[in-house]
């Protein structure tokens, strides 16, 4: 019999590990191949993890609502065939065994590396994110060596920008001193800021944040403390567009069995500045940055329980306006009926997020790491506005809207950041009434 380790997959370029949710095997059930073994969730994303081969499941590594990141083996499948990984190892680790004196000194190691496998677990005084906990791990910090490191996050939080500055300087550190044993006095413990009381007011309910509005929250956060967030705000008349659109749309939905709303003429537009600048269409990786040939639109689409989710429409640069609008179509479907695939939400290259469908007319979004760039579409309104003729000036009523565009002032300029999003006004604003569809 051979052993098969059920790794959790790769889902996507910002995401780096997932929650098990539940497991839809026990151990001892017998699997058949690209059969769901588990659920798992991301912030983007929930899924299933199917196995790649036939077999028994003889081993579950992780329970459930515990984080995994990309690539850790989660479980073992046994199947049929030469090769039992386990009886190898076995065999080849048999050896000799070794003398008293090294006997001591492998005891004490082991015993020092347990200490710094030991699971890392919040307190009543200090609150540690799953990415700080990874961190820990991957770096072989102990428990007490963690909440003994300075936070600078809110009520003395250690954050990712912590992890990293203790890391530098513990490895400038002398390498005798990393190899203390274990046994050696403890590290002061930092005194956390006290938390404020939870004020609770008599009638007053508590609602527990979801799984997803958690991650959700702790990218948010993380995003804004990576971007040097920068906006430009731009006015588009849009009043070719609105008027073509009522044109043809209800030829459009009978022919294509499609309805044509404004989002895939906007990501069209989009598309076409993002090609013209592309600068704008990179991601920051440490102090490297990484130029896409792909052009992949993310589309923030709401959920039916408040939270959102970015599917992502591949090539948009090269899908005419029918493709577009059965693209996004598709996709703003598939996730209100929680229907999306991991790799619907791979591999986004900018995001646009519609914040006029709720009435705003401008926003500030924040943008989706490693991204360096989103664009908010704010309402469409009908506005007085001054219409330049040959003849003269006069008043007249169209319909325009704004444009917010938030970039990563690290690597885009405020030159490049405001002639993207003029490239998109200007894509919009010569709309051609007479365009065939």
Known sequence: MARFELKLPKMGESVAEATITSWLKEVGDTIEADEAVLEIATDKVDSEVPSEVDGVLVEVLFNVDDVVQVGQTIAIIETEGEGDTATETVKQDSSPAPEPEAVKEVSKTVEVAQQAAAPIASNDDRFYSPLVKNMAKA????????????????????????MVTYLENRSSQPAKAAAQPATSAPAPKQQAKPQAPM????????????????????????????????????????????????????????????????????MEAIAKALRD?????????????????????????????????????????????????????????????????????????????????????????????????????????KVPAVIETPEGDFIGIRYKMYLSHSYDHRVVNGALGGQFVKSVKDYLESWDKNREI
Not at 139 to 157: M, N, P, V, Y
Not at 316 to 329: C, F, R
């Open 139 to 162: 770096e072989g910090i102990s428990q007490s060596e963690l909440d003994a490191i300075t936070g600078t996050g809110k009520d003395g939080r250690v954050t990712k920008n912590d």
């Open 199 to 266: 004020q609770v007011a008599a009638g007053d309910e508590v609602i527990e944040m979801t799984r997803m509005g958690k991650l959700i929250a702790h990218h948010m956060v993380e995003s804004t403390q990576t971007s040097a967030h920068v906006q430009s705000f731009i006015e588009a008349d849009v009043t070719n567009i609105w008027n073509w659109r009522k044109k043809v749309k209800d030829s459009f939905a009978k022919r294509e069995g499609q309805n044509l709303t404004f989002t895939p003429i906007f």
């Open 277 to 381: 600048h592309p600068m704008m269409n990179i991601s920051v990786q440490g102090d490297k940055i990484i130029k896409k040939k792909n052009i992949n639109l993310g589309m923030a689409a709401a959920l039916p329980d408040g939270n959102l989710i970015v599917p992502v429409i591949k090539n948009a640069d090269q899908l005419n306006l029918v493709g577009m609008t059965k693209q996004v179509n598709d996709l703003a479907g598939r996730a209100r009926d929680g229907k999306l695939a991991p790799d619907d939400i791979q591999g986004g290259t900018y995001t646009v997020t519609n914040v006029g469908t709720f009435g705003s007319i401008m926003g500030t979004p924040i943008i989706n790491q490693p991204q360096v760039g989103i664009l908010a579409l704010g309402a469409i309104r």
